[in-house]
C-alpha cells in the first residue's frame, strides 16, 4: 500500500530441526526457480504442450455429474491457436482479481494517501497492548471470509502496517493474515455466501441418492466456528513462534508513531461520522426486507449485496478518507483527489504484470480440461482403494487437500468431487453434511501455498515492497507451516469430533438419519 520497494538486510536466523531444515529445503529449491512472471509464462507453455500430447493419447474421464465424457483438448491445434491469440485480451480483463483489487485500491490508496490509515493506526496500535497485535489480525482474517475475496485485498498490506508501526516484521504480518483468510477459509462464525454455494451442491448431489435431501447452508456451522477456537491460537503460534523468527529481523523503512496531532484527531472524529453515516445508507439497502441488495426473495447471503462487497469495501475507505483529507487540508480540490488515487494505482504495477501472465496460464488449463481431468482421476483413485471409516474419510480430505493444488475455485471442485462422494457415502450410513464438512477441511488447508488461488500472486507482488528480491521459495516456505499444522490439528479435530459424535450443524450430523 505505497510503500517503496526496499532491500532489507536481514540477519540470517535460519534455525536447526527438522522441521526449519524441511522449511529451508523448500525455500532453496523455490528460490531456485525463475521469477513469478517467468514461471507463469513457463507453465502456460506446458499446458500447451501437456494438452496436445493428452488428446493424442485420447486422454478421457466421464464427469459423475453431468455422465459426459470430458476429454482433453488439444490448444496446438488451429482452434486452439486462434483461441489463445483471440482471448489474450479478455482473459486478462476478465480475470477476477484483477477487477476487485483495483476497485479496493482506489478506497484504500486515498485512505492511505491522506493519512487516514496511518492515524488509525497510531489510534489504534497506541493504545492496544501489542500482545494482542498478532490474535487481533488472524482473528479479523478469520471474520473476513464473511466478505468473500475482500478479504485477500484488503487485510494482508494493512495487517504489513500495523506489524511494521510497532518494530515487527511487515511480511509476518501480511502472511499471517493471509493465512487466516486463506488457511481459515472453513473456519467461521458467521454463515456467508459459501456455505450456501457450496450446500446447493451437495444438495443436488445428495438426491442422487434420495430425491427428497435438502441441504442447509448452517450444515457445518457448529464445526466451523468451533473449528476458529483451533485455529486462531494456532495461527498465532506459528507466526510468532516460526513465521517471523524465521524472517528474521527487518531493517527496512520503519513507520514511527507519534501522538495525534489536534487536527488529526479532528479528521479522525469526522471521519468516524462519515463511516457511520455510509454504514447507516448500505443498512437502509440491505435491512429493509424490500431493500435495494436484498435478493428477489428477500435473501441476504445470496444477493446482490453480497456480489456489491466490493464497492461497499471501496466506499467504506474512500467516503471517510475524503472526510479526513479535506479537514488536515491535505485535500484541497478534486485534483488533490486524482492524483492520490493515481499514486495508489502506481504502486500495483508488478501484480497487473503477474495477474495478466496467471490469467493467461489460468484460462488454459480450464479450456484443456486438465484440471477436471486430474480432479475425477483422483477421485477415482481414492475410490479404488477401498478405504472404510476413518481412513477413508482422511483420505478423501488429503484428496481434496491435493486438487486445491490444482483448482483454486472451491465451487469448481465440489462440482466435480461432490456427484462422487457424497452418494457414494451416503451408501456407507454417512450424512451429506459429513462429506461435505472433509471436502471443506481439504480444501482450507492448502489455500495459503497453492499458486492457483489468484490471490497468491496478490500475495507475493505485495510482499515484494518490502523485499524486493524475495522469492517465491521463501514466500511458500513462510506459509508452509500453516499449511502443515492447520491440516494436522483439523484432521485430529475432525476425527475427535466424529468419534464423540457430535452435531455438525442445525440438523446435521454425522450420519444418516
Not at 501455498?449 to 528480491?469: E, G, Q, S
Amino acid at each position: 500500500m505505497g510503500q517503496p520497494n526496499v532491500e532489507p538486510k536481514v540477519p540470517n536466523q535460519k534455525k536447526s530441526g527438522l522441521f526449519h531444515m524441511f522449511l529451508n529445503f523448500i525455500e532453496r529449491i523455490g528460490n531456485k526457480l525463475p521469477d513469478p512472471v517467468t514461471l507463469f509464462i513457463i507453465f502456460a507453455l506446458l499446458v500447451i504442450i501437456a494438452s496436445h500430447f493428452a488428446a493424442m493419447a485420447g486422454v478421457s474421464v466421464v464427469n459423475p455429474a453431468t455422465g459426459e465424457t470430458v476429454a482433453a483438448i488439444s490448444l496446438m491445434t488451429k482452434e486452439g491457436i486462434q483461441m489463445i491469440m483471440t482471448k489474450m485480451v479478455s482473459n486478462f480483463a476478465q480475470f477476477p482479481p484483477l477487477g476487485l483489487v483495483l476497485v479496493t485500491m482506489i478506497g484504500v490508496g486515498v485512505a492511505e494517501g491522506v493519512g487516514l490509515i496511518s492515524a488509525l493506526l497510531k489510534k489504534v496500535v497506541l493504545g492496544s497492548p501489542k500482545a494482542l497485535i498478532t490474535i487481533s489480525i488472524v482473528f479479523a482474517g478469520i471474520l473476513a471470509n464473511m466478505a468473500g475475496d475482500a478479504g485477500f485485498i484488503v487485510l494482508p498490506p494493512i495487517a504489513a502496517l500495523v506489524f511494521m508501526s510497532v518494530g515487527r516484521h511487515p511480511i509476518a504480518g501480511m502472511v499471517a493474515a493471509y493465512a487466516a483468510v486463506a488457511g481459515g477459509f472453513s473456519a467461521n462464525l458467521i454463515v456467508n455466501m459459501l456455505d450456501a454455494l457450496l450446500a446447493g451442491f451437495t444438495q443436488e448431489a445428495g438426491r442422487i441418492i434420495d430425491p427428497t435431501f435438502i441441504a442447509n447452508p448452517a450444515m457445518n456451522y457448529y464445526f466451523l466456528a468451533a473449528s476458529a477456537v483451533i485455529i486462531i491460537p494456532l495461527a498465532v503460534w506459528i507466526t510468532d513462534k516460526i513465521v517471523e523468527p524465521r524472517l528474521g529481523t527487518y531493517t527496512g523503512p520503519q513507520m514511527k508513531l507519534e501522538q495525534l496531532t489536534a487536527v488529526e484527531n479532528k479528521g479522525l472524529k469526522w471521519a468516524g461520522v462519515t463511516t457511520l453515516v455510509y454504514l447507516a445508507v448500505i443498512a437502509l439497502l440491505i435491512v429493509p426486507t424490500n431493500g435495494a441488495l436484498r435478493a428477489e426473495d428477500g435473501g441476504i447471503i445470496i444477493s446482490p449485496f453480497m456480489s456489491s462487497l466490493v464497492p461497499i469495501i471501496m466506499g467504506l475507505f474512500l467516503f471517510p478518507a475524503l472526510v479526513y483529507g479535506m479537514i488536515t487540508k491535505v485535500i484541497r480540490n478534486d485534483k488533490d483527489v486524482a492524483d492520490t488515487m493515481a499514486k495508489s494505482m502506481s504502486t500495483m504495477g508488478m501484480y497487473i504484470i503477474l495477474a495478466f501472465f496467471a490469467a493467461q496460464f489460468i484460462s488454459y488449463f480450464n479450456w484443456s480440461n486438465l484440471g477436471i481431468i486430474l480432479a475425477i482421476t483422483g477421485a477415482d483413485f481414492l475410490k479404488s482403494m477401498n478405504f472404510t471409516g476413518i481412513p477413508l474419510l482422511i483420505g478423501f480430505i488429503l484428496i481434496s487437500a491435493t486438487l486445491n493444488l490444482f483448482i483454486g475455485s472451491s465451487s469448481a471442485k465440489w462440482a466435480i468431487l461432490g456427484p462422487v462422494f457424497v452418494p457414494m457415502f451416503m451408501l456407507l450410513g454417512y450424512d451429506p453434511a459429513f462429506t461435505q464438512l472433509a471436502y471443506r477441511i481439504g480444501d482450507s488447508i492448502t489455500n495459503p501455498i497453492t499458486p492457483m488461488f489468484a490471490y497468491f500472486a496478490i500475495l507475493l507482488a505485495l510482499a515484494r515492497r518490502y523485499d524486493k528480491n524475495l522469492g517465491l521459495g521463501s514466500l511458500i516456505a513462510v506459509m508452509l507451516p500453516y499449511s502443515i499444522l492447520f491440516g494436522l490439528a483439523w484432521i485430529v479435530f475432525f476425527v475427535f469430533w466424529y468419534f464423540l459424535g457430535l452435531p455438525l450443524g442445525p440438523g446435521s450430523g454425522i450420519y444418516l438419519p
